[in-house]
């Protein structure tokens, strides 16, 4: 008798103790792989540290065509039919609208990490990625700092000049000399370089892809625009990832800004777990891409919600059909949790103001130097820009640098008494 009851004991705890699956929805680009990897071990992440101890988070990876709206919403609405609680992605601009229309209807959260121009308050969306106009006033503060007096914006795609749209208006007002440029479609963008080159035009403001910034900064440096005359400054976050030594020697000023310092322990920790999942992997803290970072960051964040709503709500999933008017009642509450909720992930502090767009976050201001890539100050949205250095300490430093390494040819004539030819049989170092 004892016996049973000690079984039906630990029957009992075992049932008690077990955790319920919570699907959550990953919707990828087929070549976006370290996205996926962030997705994906962002939920063993949270399981294995029991971060939400009621449920174990499923990841539903649904690869998808970034232009295809039609087949994303079918794919959507079966996810929505599996019972997923929440939708991350898409990438796509062209498609993301289609699926934030489908969760804002099932209520079901939406979760992104890119940068979006249509960002609006009391949708299901949570959008990790800083609101534009707030990503613009950063390079409005590093023109004003570097007192810039007119500068050439070379932009990719028309997406750039919304980007930058506040650097343009603000340099309107003053009257300095702007000068825009569109990089070639077709990979050569030597053509547009060359005639920066020939215009004399020394700052230059890059907006453009990581994917291709690479190429372009080396084009720049085969049309002969490098050099300690040039200054240029990076909007790409991702600026960091690149392999950036073929131009650390030639003395230019370039600028860019990160949201997290590759060698930080947070950073080397997730890395090594990654590494542990995968040993092919091959992923390394200086080519973690910021979507990626926030990627992980959203996943934990999505969990403290949901472990918030659980302390007052049985959370309990349901299949719901895109053709009828259903929706999930816990939905928008994970939302708002998500938006009043605050931590320290990879990108810095994670906080939403009133209108659920990110605020409070903090950039860190790096410049490329022949020592290799180094952290050279700080942007926040309260103080806005904070040198380690004053500029003109950063200039004497940057012309000290310049002279490192150089050789010099000195060419004298031999006028007694002033340069005379001593022949001696000891050999000079």
């Given at each position: ?287 973690l891409h910021v979507e990626e970072a926030l990627t992980h960051d959203a996943v934990l964040l999505y969990a403290m919600a949901v472990e918030q ?93 310049d002279l490192k390494n150089v050789t010099f040819v000195v060419m004298i004539s031999l006028v007694d008494p002033h340069a005379m030819l001593k ?7």
């Amino acid at each position: 008798m004892s016996s049973y009851v000690v079984l039906v004991i630990l029957l009992l705890v075992s049932v008690c103790g077990a955790r319920q699956n919570l699907t959550i929805g990953g919707l990828f680009e087929r070549d976006g792989k370290f996205m996926q990897h962030a997705f994906t071990y962002g939920t063993e992440w949270v399981n294995e540290r029991e971060l939400l101890p009621q449920f174990l988070l499923v990841p539903q990876l649904t690869p998808v065509d970034p232009h295809d709206s039609y087949k994303i919403s079918a794919q959507v609405c079966d996810m929505m039919a599996g019972s997923v609680a929440g939708v991350f992605g898409p990438h796509s601009e062209d498609t993301s609208d289609h699926v934030q229309s489908i969760c804002d209807a099932m209520e079901i959260p939406h979760v992104e990490t890119r940068w979006d121009t249509r960002q609006r308050r009391g949708s299901c969306l949570v959008n990790l990625f800083p609101h534009p106009s707030t990503m613009a006033k950063v390079f409005v503060d590093l023109v004003q700092v570097f007192k810039w007096e007119g500068f050439t914006l070379v932009y990719q795609d028309n997406n750039g000049l919304i980007r930058l749209n506040g650097l343009l208006a603000y340099y309107d007002h003053k009257g300095f000399p702007i000068t825009v440029r569109q990089l070639n479609v077709g990979g050569n963008y030597r053509p547009v370089l060359r005639r920066i080159k020939n215009a004399e035009e020394k700052n230059i403001v890059i907006d453009c892809s990581g994917d291709i910034l690479y190429d372009v900064l080396l084009h720049a440096q085969q049309v002969g625009l490098m050099g300690s005359d040039y200054s240029y400054i990076i909007t790409s976050l991702d600026f960091q990832t690149i392999d950036w030594e073929p131009f650390m020697y030639a003395g230019t000023n370039i600028t860019g800004v990160r949201f997290f310092d590759p060698s930080s322990t947070q950073v080397q920790d997730l890395v090594r777990f990654w590494s542990q999942q995968d040993e092919n992997l091959g992923i390394a803290g200086d080519k973690l891409h910021v979507e990626e970072a926030l990627t992980h960051d959203a996943v934990l964040l999505y969990a403290m919600a949901v472990e918030q709503l659980t302390k007052s709500h049985n959370v309990q999933t349901k299949p719901l059909d895109c053709d009828n008017k259903d929706s999930w009642e816990h939905g928008y509450s994970i939302i708002n949790f998500m938006k009043v909720t605050e931590f320290t992930g990879l990108t810095g502090l994670i906080k939403f103001d009133h209108e659920g767009f990110r605020t409070d976050f903090k950039l860190e201001i790096i410049e490329l130097t022949a020592e290799g890539m180094l952290k050279i100050g700080t942007w926040n949205t309260t103080e806005g820009v904070n040198f380690t250095q004053t500029v003109e300490e950063k200039d004497e430093a940057s012309s000290k640098m310049d002279l490192k390494n150089v050789t010099f040819v000195v060419m004298i004539s031999l006028v007694d008494p002033h340069a005379m030819l001593k022949e001696t049989t000891v050999k000079l170092d």
